[in-house]
Structures are given as structure tokens and as C-alpha cells.
């Protein structure tokens, strides 16, 4: 085993870098960089050099000369350059005389890759034990083990072995499991979200949720940040910061490990700490988090935050060609705490001399199932002009006369136009599915089902309120 010297028992006084190498390094080290298309060391050199990163890379790989047309080294401590950030594939047990390397060569950051540490056994949680005390006595910062990698798009980076590589936007993600974080890049790429920074925790063995919370909360090019996690380190740590940033901009969270047993599986997976949910649940509330608690919920409240602005209110207006989901959508306002606006006789006048005799002019606005797109603009001016109306979804079903492409752009056309939120629910197959994609690419959130949209619309109408009950400043949509 490497051995560090007595540097190791001063390591927590020394200070340590900040994340900005981790994020914006101007070289980088791919440790256990591979020649084999299958092997991740391959992967991830192959998606550094893909995403056009402009500073100097270095495969690491005392078997080889160069890798994928780079000249490649036996170690990092004989790099010629420097090299601010480490990415680590190489086997478990080579993880700590890598990280001597790179302390002995002055890099500020490494990625832990590898697998196999406090996860897997007592054994190697000792191992991840040592490797943090010798990171923390040569002034390492490590994000990992068992991390799937990290991303900015600002600094065209793309340090993981996910296969998408996402768009440049406004979202933050950090995730504790790696599976979860390549679903969510996957998801994202299919409706064309884009994300500002990506992170894998893995085992948080150094750098912890804590950490990199308050760094993308001060991090201008991050409007919205959403996390994944299995445990914390700190709760009130977290609790602390998460108030500090729910001030400025939306943190979305899903927390899982909720039941007994989720908790144990939680711990088997990444060695997560786990808290009573009860507990967890109402401090987040405090503290202006917007949990969520399932995938579905995580991604319709990412778009929601992501696409539309804060709406002054509670109160919904519904504009639906079909009675059932109509019904839907109203039970489940009152179910997550939104309220049924009540139209303005001025507004009721209006629908009645536009509308068909049939239609409703009340709330839920009723267009009829032959209603064509005209119909729906209508009926969606009325109610965002309407100041008794702070939000509007606009529901469809596919039916023999419904256009629902030529409805999508008008939807489109209006919720640009408008300071409150618009969202769309589009229920049905093949018949709606490019009238939602259409949705979806104009950063209209688009789902499938009523209570999907309602809850969502709750979600930001909600933050809204606690930033008016705390007196912070309205981040507005990202």
C-alpha cells in the first residue's frame, strides 16, 4: 500500500481546492485510458475528445504509446504538463497509488470511477477510507468511487461513460447512483433537455451533496438545479444550504430509501446514511425543496421548472375538447392544493359568443370534441387574459376533427406571449404523439395524463408561494 508519510494526520487542516477544477479544468488525465472500444477507460476518453474539449487531454496507460491518437503515459506523475483534473478507470486496488500520483504531480481534482469500495464490503470501505485520507493529505478533491463522471457543457466536458451527450441548458443534476444518472441523460435527449452541469456522486466519499449544492447554487450558468440522492452526509448541513438556495432558484429532489427496506438497499448500494422520512420530508418542505417521489414526478417538475414562469396564484383554468379528463384534471386540482379559478362574468361572455351553444363556458372550458385548433386559442386567450386565472392547461384527445399539430403551434404561440404558465396535456398514442414532441421542443411541457399536469402546475405554483411567504426574490421560469 502507498504510503503518503505523516502528511496523512494533517490532512484535515490543510485546505483543499475549489470545484472549480472539477468543472472547468483547463487539462485532464484519463487514468486506465483503454485501446478496447468495450472497456470504460475507452468510453471515457472517447467522450472527452467527442464533446470537443479544448484543453489538453492525457490517456493514462503504461501499456500503450498512445490512445485514441494521443500520446498516452505509464503515470500521471510523468505527464510534462499540468493536469488539473484526474479521471480514474483503473482497477480497485490501483486506486490509491493513483491518487499518490496525482497528489505527487499537484492535480486538484480526481473522479473515481471504480467500483468496489464501501458498497461492496467492510474491506472496501477501509480501502475508500484510505484513498480519502491520502486525497485530503496531497490536496486532492475526489468525486466517487463507484461515480458514473461528470459533465459541464459551459466548458465542453463530458468526463463520464454515459452514451448521450446532452445539450447546453440551464439544469443542474447530481444523482448517487449512476443508473439513475444515465436514465435521466437518456430521457433527457429523447424530448431535447439540455443540462449546464451533470454529476455522478457515487459513494461521496470526499465530495458531498452538501458541497456541490452550494456550488450550484452560486453558479450563474445553473437556473434550476435537480438531485437524485440515497442519503446525506449532513442533514442539517443540507437543510442549511437547501434553504439558501431554494432563495434564488428551484431545487427539486428525490430522495429515495423512504421505507425500512429502501433504507437497507439504499446502504447496499452506495453505503448512503438514511434518516426517518417522515423527518426528511417535512424539513425539506421548510426549507422550499420540491420533493419528488417518484422518476415520473422527477422529470415532470423538472420540465415544468425548466419551461415556465411562476404563476401568481393557485387558481387553474382548464381548457379540455372532452368531459372525462376534463374531470380528471379537477379532481386533481383540488387533490395537490391548486385551486379551480373562477372565470370573470366578462370572461363567460366572451366563451358563450365564440364557443358553440353546447360548449361550457365555465371552468373546466368545455371546446367540444369537434373542436378544432381555432376553437382552443380561443378558448386559452380568454383565460390568460382573464385576471381571475393564474395558470391554464390546455387538454386534447385525439377525436375524428382534432388537429392536434396545427393546435400545438397555436398552444405554442400563446404560451410565449403570456407571463403565466401554459401547460398542455396531450392523452393518446400515435395520433398526438408529433403534436406533443411539437410541444415539447417549443419548451411547452407536455404530458401525458391530466393529474401529471395539474401536479406539476402545483409544484411551481407552490414554490412561488413560499418565495412570497419568505420574502425572496421570484426566480421566475429557466
Same mark, same amino acid.
Request: include cysteine.
Given at each position: ?7 496523512? +494526520? ?28 468495450? +472497456? ?32 498516452? %503515459? ?12 484526474? #479521471? ?8 490509491? $497509488? ?9 492535480? *486538484? ?22 484513498? #480519502? &485520507? ?35 441548458? &440551464? ?10 444518472? @444515465? ?48 442519503? %446525506? ?24 430509501? *423512504? ?8 446502504? $447496499? ?6 434518516? @426517518? ?25 423538472? /420540465? ?43 370572461? *363567460? ?5 365564440? /364557443? ?40 386534447? @384527445? ?5 388537429? =392536434? ?30 403534436? *406533443? ?7 411547452? =411541457? ?33
Amino acid at each position: 500500500m502507498p504510503d503518503a508519510g505523516p502528511a496523512v +494526520k494533517r490532512a484535515q487542516d490543510l485546505a483543499v481546492p475549489a470545484l472549480d477544477a472539477f468543472f472547468t479544468p483547463r487539462s485532464i488525465a484519463v487514468v486506465g485510458a483503454s485501446r478496447d472500444p468495450l +472497456k470504460l477507460g475507452y468510453v471515457l476518453l472517447d467522450n472527452i475528445t467527442r464533446a470537443r474539449f479544448a484543453g489538453a487531454v492525457y490517456p493514462v496507460n503504461p501499456h500503450a504509446d498512445a490512445v485514441l491518437g494521443l500520446r498516452a %503515459f505509464a503515470r500521471v506523475d510523468v505527464i510534462p504538463g499540468p493536469v488539473d483534473l484526474a #479521471v480514474l478507470t483503473v482497477p480497485a486496488a490501483a486506486v490509491e $497509488s493513483v491518487i499518490v500520483d496525482c497528489a505527487r504531480k499537484g492535480v *486538484r481534482a480526481a473522479v473515481v470511477i471504480t467500483a468496489g469500495f464501501r458498497e461492496a464490503s467492510a474491506e472496501g470501505a477501509r480501502r475508500e477510507q484510505r484513498i #480519502v &485520507e491520502l486525497a485530503r493529505a496531497g490536496g486532492v478533491r475526489v468525486i466517487g468511487p463507484n461515480s458514473l463522471g461528470i459533465i459541464n457543457t459551459f466548458a465542453s466536458l463530458n468526463a463520464t461513460f454515459a452514451q448521450a451527450q446532452p445539450d447546453r441548458y &440551464e439544469i443542474a443534476v447530481i444523482s448517487q447512483s449512476g443508473a439513475m444518472a @444515465t436514465a435521466i441523460l437518456d430521457w433527457a435527449r429523447a424530448i431535447d433537455v439540455g443540462f449546464s452541469k451533470f454529476v455522478s456522486l457515487g459513494n461521496m466519499a470526499d465530495v458531498s451533496e452538501v458541497e456541490l449544492l452550494s456550488y450550484l447554487g452560486d453558479d450563474p450558468q445553473t437556473k434550476l438545479i435537480v438531485a437524485y440522492l440515497e442519503g %446525506f452526509t449532513d442533514g442539517r448541513r443540507v437543510l442549511d444550504i437547501a434553504r439558501r438556495v431554494t432563495a434564488t432558484k428551484p431545487l427539486v429532489m428525490m430522495k429515495v430509501g *423512504r421505507s425500512a427496506s429502501g433504507a437497507r438497499a439504499a446502504q $447496499s448500494h452506495t453505503g448512503a446514511l438514511a434518516s @426517518t422520512d417522515a423527518v426528511v420530508d417535512a424539513a425539506l418542505r421548510q426549507a422550499g425543496v420540491v420533493r419528488a417521489y417518484t422518476m415520473e414526478e422527477l422529470f415532470d417538475y423538472t /420540465l415544468a421548472f425548466s419551461y415556465l414562469p411562476l404563476p401568481r396564484g393557485l387558481r387553474l383554468a382548464i381548457v379540455t375538447n372532452a368531459g372525462g379528463p376534463g374531470v380528471m384534471a379537477v379532481d386533481a386540482v383540488e387533490r395537490y392544493g391548486l385551486e379551480l379559478a373562477r372565470l370573470s362574468p366578462d370572461a *363567460r361572455a366572451r366563451l358563450a359568443a365564440s /364557443l358553440p351553444p353546447a360548449a361550457s363556458s365555465a371552468n373546466p372550458i368545455d371546446v367540444l370534441g369537434d373542436a378544432p385548433a381555432d376553437r382552443y386559442q380561443i378558448a386559452i386567450e380568454v383565460a390568460l387574459e382573464d385576471p381571475g386565472v393564474d395558470a391554464v392547461i390546455a387538454l386534447l @384527445t385525439p377525436q375524428a376533427v382534432t388537429e =392536434p399539430e396545427r393546435t400545438a403551434r397555436l398552444i405554442t404561440h400563446l404560451a410565449r406571449t403570456s407571463d403565466k404558465p401554459v401547460a398542455a396535456v396531450y392523452m393518446g398514442g400515435d395520433a398526438v404523439a408529433r403534436g *406533443r414532441l411539437m410541444l415539447d421542443s417549443a419548451h411547452v =411541457p407536455a404530458y401525458h395524463y391530466p393529474e401529471r399536469a395539474v401536479r406539476a402546475i402545483a409544484a411551481i405554483a407552490h414554490y412561488a408561494r413560499f418565495l412570497d411567504e419568505t420574502g425572496a426574490a421570484r426566480a421566475g421560469g429557466t
